[in-house]
């Protein structure tokens, strides 16, 4: 217990992993549904904790740094939130049927499985055990994006399933290779694994094998992360899996597979005779941006919309880490914070949505503001900050990545601009359907909690108008520390 206090890792693992034992023999969901957000927020607790306690020395299995600090906090942030909304959510859908108790025996169980995989991954110091723990979480999704056990609900999970896989093998192999390029440095068996070990001797590794290994993690991870033209699993679990799991995917795990691909970019760009990682992220970022932005205007179901604008954002994102250098690395992390919480925030209210219509069809969508204000304005703000409006944190990161950007690479800059007015524009046109016109579809009370919803929004809002000069100095820390 006293190493639990000493070291906020271990709790932060050990929470989700004894809740998702006891939550998978638990029966009934009302209980099993409180217990899961109260383990989502003692894991939250511990998370925060990072900031006041002092950092144990990196060991073998376990490192915390500036850099997962981020990640880690704002995963089990998000991962409250969603617990919180799931409650409700998955409440209504046992009452109207299209759930059964019997389907959803594990569901929680597998939430804290799936949270627990995702946090190992993110303080793991090992790279094989962070393969490892990005294929448990993936693995656990896989099972919750099926669990309508409608026709289309499974075919989506079997194609995440089935391209993840080929992703994670892709990884694996590349995860193999650097560790033969480190073995003739570090030695046979772990501590060719243990990544402090690697960036200290990155420098005298094969570069011809981490080059090759490179491409491999990029590609592997990369299909994690949802990146064009590897993105084709997304938008269909984001669709047909309960919102909740949508949240997480879009807010949260294609973070933790773009975390893999940050590490191993420092490890390869400690090489002096390295391929450059840079220019490969920025061409896969763009694609993703241009690609996503077109799509929208494409989508009639609204959780597709959505799941392509992650695909956008998270190639923003990939873009402004390949770009590099300090601001860049600033405004790539802060995108990457500001849009978990506004995605998330989007799906908090689109799955409230979906339950009241009857319907995730765009068509049967309209005048939110009129039938339901509190949800409809809600929804309006989500698509305005996703879209980077001004004063959301959305706009302020997306400008520091074009700035940076024409300093350094103007046509890049153009090109960049030009998707995010594509997607801008495709952003806007549903808005206008969503809240104007008359109301479509059932008018009745929206019975949730909204509470989600707005505290996200209220902290994206915050960060546009002002970051504290705290919060500031991390992020310019770890920009630094991402090279």
Do not use: C
Request: aromatic fraction near 12%; charge should be neutral.
């Amino acid at each position: 217990m006293s190493a639990l206090f000493a070291n906020p890792a271990y709790a932060i693992l050990a929470i989700p992993a004894a809740s998702a034992v006891l939550l998978a023999l638990l029966p009934g969901y009302r209980l099993t549904a409180r217990l899961n957000v109260l383990a989502s927020f003692l894991t939250l607790l511990s998370a925060l904790s990072l900031f006041v306690v002092e950092r144990a020395p990196p060991g073998p299995y376990l490192l915390i740094d500036d850099l997962n600090i981020v990640f880690v906090v704002l995963n089990t942030f998000v991962g409250f939130t969603a617990a919180s909304f799931s409650a409700s959510y998955i409440n209504h859908e046992l009452e109207t049927g299209r759930l059964t108790p019997t389907y959803l025996r594990f569901y929680h169980g597998m939430y804290q499985l799936m949270m627990f995989g995702m946090n190992l991954a993110l303080l793991s110091n090992n790279i094989g055990l962070m393969w490892v723990a990005i294929e448990v979480a993936t693995l656990t999704t896989v099972l919750m994006v099926g669990i309508y056990r409608t026709h289309a609900a499974l075919e989506a999970a079997w194609k995440y399933f089935i391209l993840g896989s080929v992703g994670i093998a892709l990884a694996l192999f590349g995860t193999i290779l650097v560790y033969l390029a480190a073995q003739p440095v570090l030695g046979e068996g772990a501590e060719s694994m243990i990544w402090t070990s690697l960036i200290a001797r990155a420098g005298e590794f094969d570069p011809a094998i981490l080059n090759l290994a490179f491409v491999f993690l990029l590609l592997g991870y990369g299909t994690k992360v949802g990146l064009a033209p590897l993105h084709a699993w997304l938008p269909d679990a984001h669709a047909e899996g309960p919102t909740p799991i949508s949240a997480v995917l879009s807010g949260l795990l294609l973070n933790v597979a773009l975390y893999a691909v940050l590490r191993f970019k420092m490890l390869i760009a400690t090489h002096p005779e390295a391929l450059a990682p840079g220019p490969l992220m920025v061409s896969m970022g763009l694609l993703s941006v241009i690609f996503a932005a077109f799509m929208l205007y494409r989508r009639r179901d609204i959780k597709r919309l959505f799941a392509y604008s992650s695909i956008e954002h998270m190639g923003i994102i990939v873009f402004a880490f390949g770009m590099g250098g300090p601001l860049a690395n600033f405004a790539g992390l802060l995108h990457m914070v500001m849009h978990s919480l506004t995605k998330s925030a989007i799906f908090y209210s689109v799955g409230h949505v979906a339950q009241i219509k009857g319907t995730q069809q765009i068509d049967g969508i309209k005048g939110l503001t009129q039938s339901h204000p509190v949800l409809g304005w809600g929804l309006a703000l989500g698509v305005l900050a996703i879209a980077g409006m001004p004063p959301f944190g959305v706009f302020m990161s997306e400008f520091l990545v074009v700035t940076s950007t024409f300093a350094r690479a103007p046509v890049l800059a153009l090109l960049l601009v030009f998707g995010l007015l594509v997607a801008f524009g495709a952003l806007l046109m549903r808005l206008s359907g969503f809240i104007f016109g008359a109301p479509t579809g059932k008018v009745g009370p929206a019975e949730a909690s909204f509470v989600p919803l707005y505290a996200h929004l209220a902290l994206v809002l915050a960060a546009g108008i002002y970051l504290p000069g705290p919060v500031v100095a991390w992020f310019q820390a770890v920009a630094v520390l991402l090279g």
